[in-house]
């Protein structure tokens, strides 16, 4: 239950609650005394606290309501305002050499009819990322209002967007969604803007900006470095989601906080409800969902190394009671 609301004594927070099965353990791992042996501990002088637990509705805080936040609206409109200015670096399409337009039906493309250059700009490694946010206790999460509009496409490229319907001819004037290099394109852009202050405070990663502080006191300087330069490169931010001013931030796929990293529970879950492959596809998928934790179960390759088996050129799917113990390793790590 994420940002279930917890009030101790006139301070109020929030805190993501996880609910757990009991039922298949044999110890209750709590410490459960009768409301006598209670009384007696308390005349002895114990000290005791009463909890009130009551399920109430979230309330996020208004924008007004944010330290340092507050003091950026522009950067949190309703919507984006208009077309957005040429910046530093716009958007191209870089084409092979000596192809024509492709003028055709809209379906999916094979590889080999493919031909725009990719760019391979490099994204973050998620072992360094989390290695960088080591000690960080204070974390706001941004996430950029549909960023990809944020960028411009360069003059001579627009022609490359042309597409026909039925009620005319159309052109993109900003960067869609779903072209090969939009990510890299906008990570670059991202890099480029936050440089100075990348692996400081700062993740970038596509959409998502990261900033994390040891203190509160770093923090407050941190974010409002952050948002005064969103202002002045008149990049715009969501305020739907609050994610600021946090103790423990979920960030691709881990919970981040002050002592350490672990697994998106979500995550967790996904994979103990996977099913048993039926073939050498949903071998690759369910080891490409396990891996990403790979750093978090020992022996891992050992592990996974019968279900990779099943991936080789040649190799025909048949599963066995090896490749079933490997299934239910990786899930039980």
Same mark, same amino acid.
């Given at each position: 239950?994420? +940002?279930? *609301?917890?009030?101790? !004594?006139?301070?109020?927070?929030?805190?993501?609650?996880?609910?757990?099965?009991?039922?298949?353990?044999?110890?209750?791992?709590?410490?459960?005394?009768?409301?006598?042996?209670?009384?007696?501990?308390? *005349?002895? +002088?114990?000290?005791?606290?009463?909890?009130?637990?009551?399920?109430?509705?979230?309330?996020?805080?208004?924008?007004?309501?944010?330290?340092?936040?507050?003091? #950026?609206?522009?950067?949190?409109?309703?919507?984006?305002? +208009?077309?957005?200015?040429?910046?530093?670096?716009?958007?191209?399409?870089?084409?092979?050499?000596?192809?024509?337009?492709?003028?055709?039906?809209?379906?999916?493309?094979?590889?080999?009819?493919?031909?725009?250059?990719? =760019?391979?700009?490099? @994204?973050?490694?998620?072992?360094?990322? @989390?290695?960088?946010?080591?000690?960080? /206790?204070? #974390?706001?999460?941004?996430?950029?209002?549909?960023?990809?509009?944020?960028?411009?496409?360069?003059?001579? =490229?627009?022609?490359?967007? /042309? %597409?026909?319907?039925?009620?005319?001819?159309?052109?993109?004037?900003?960067?869609? #969604?779903?072209?090969? =290099?939009?990510?890299?394109? %906008?990570?670059?852009?991202?890099?480029?803007?936050?440089?100075?202050?990348?692996?400081?405070?700062?993740?970038?990663?596509?959409?998502?900006?990261?900033? &994390?502080?040891?203190?509160?006191?770093?923090?407050?300087?941190?974010?409002?470095?952050?948002?005064?330069? *969103?202002?002045?490169?008149?990049?715009?931010?969501?305020?739907?989601? &609050?994610?600021?001013?946090? =103790?423990?931030?979920?960030?691709? +796929?881990?919970?981040?906080?002050?002592?350490?990293?672990?697994?998106?529970?979500?995550?967790?879950?996904?994979?103990?409800?996977?099913?048993?492959?039926?073939?050498? /596809?949903?071998?690759?998928?369910?080891?490409?969902?396990?891996?990403?934790?790979?750093?978090?179960?020992?022996?891992?390759?050992?592990?996974? !190394?019968?279900?990779?088996?099943? *991936?080789?050129?040649?190799?025909? %799917?048949?599963?066995?009671?090896?490749?079933?113990?490997?299934?239910?390793? @990786?899930?039980?790590?």
């Amino acid at each position: 239950m994420k +940002g279930s *609301l917890v009030r101790i !004594g006139d301070v109020t927070f929030s805190v993501d609650l996880v609910v757990m099965d009991l039922k298949e353990l044999d110890v209750v791992p709590v410490c459960v005394i009768s409301a006598m042996e209670a009384r007696r501990l308390m *005349l002895e +002088g114990c000290e005791a606290y009463l909890a009130h637990v009551i399920d109430v509705e979230k309330v996020n805080p208004t924008l007004e309501e944010i330290p340092v936040v507050r003091d #950026f609206p522009e950067v949190f409109p309703d919507d984006l305002p +208009g077309l957005q200015p040429h910046r530093k670096v716009d958007f191209t399409i870089e084409t092979l050499s000596g192809v024509a337009p492709i003028s055709i039906a809209p379906y999916r493309m094979a590889s080999v009819e493919l031909v725009t250059v990719k =760019n391979n700009y490099p @994204l973050s490694r998620i072992d360094d990322v @989390l290695d960088q946010l080591k000690g960080a /206790t204070t #974390f706001s999460k941004i996430d950029l209002r549909s960023e990809y509009w944020q960028l411009r496409i360069a003059g001579k =490229n627009i022609p490359k967007t /042309t %597409f026909h319907t039925r009620y005319g001819h159309y052109e993109f004037l900003v960067m869609p #969604f779903g072209l090969t =290099n939009a990510p890299a394109a %906008f990570m670059a852009l991202m890099n480029s803007i936050f440089h100075e202050y990348l692996d400081q405070f700062v993740i970038i990663f596509i959409d998502d900006i990261l900033v &994390y502080s040891r203190s509160m006191e770093e923090h407050e300087q941190h974010l409002r470095i952050v948002l005064q330069i *969103l202002k002045e490169k008149e990049l715009y931010a969501k305020l739907s989601k &609050y994610e600021f001013w946090i =103790n423990q931030v979920v960030f691709l +796929g881990h919970v981040i906080f002050g002592d350490g990293v672990m697994l998106d529970p979500s995550k967790v879950k996904a994979i103990m409800e996977c099913r048993v492959p039926k073939n050498a /596809t949903e071998v690759r998928s369910f080891l490409g969902l396990v891996g990403y934790y790979r750093r978090f179960v020992e022996d891992f390759s050992i592990i996974a !190394g019968p279900l990779t088996k099943l *991936l080789r050129k040649g190799v025909v %799917f048949q599963w066995s009671e090896q490749f079933q113990r490997s299934f239910d390793e @990786l899930k039980k790590d």
